[in-house]
């Protein structure tokens, strides 16, 4: 899986550096929540798995409909 950078260097007008490091704590602790699915909420996050945990099948179905209507 990729990993996102965020640059908040652009941000930095309206942030202070230190406010960065603050919050840093509270992301990674969302982040954790989020992927151990141990969050309130956890039942919705079935979007986190989406990009590698999908219907292949289905999804080969689809794109040789795609090619059937592209011809």
């Known amino acids: 899986m990729?990993?996102?950078q965020f640059d908040y260097t652009?941000?930095?007008t309206f942030l202070n550096e230190h406010e960065v490091?603050?919050?840093?704590?509270?992301?990674r602790t969302a982040h954790d929540a989020i992927h151990n699915k141990t969050g309130a909420g956890s039942d919705f996050l079935?979007?986190?798995?989406?990009p590698t945990a999908y219907d292949k099948e289905e999804?080969?179905?689809i794109q040789k409909s795609a090619e059937k209507i592209k011809s």
Not at 21 to 27: E, H, K, N
């Open 2 to 4: 990729t990993h996102i």
């Open 21 to 27: 490091t603050y919050l840093q704590g509270a992301v």
């Open 10 to 12: 652009k941000a930095l």
């Open 59 to 61: 999804f080969a179905r």
């Open 46 to 50: 079935g979007w986190v798995d989406l």
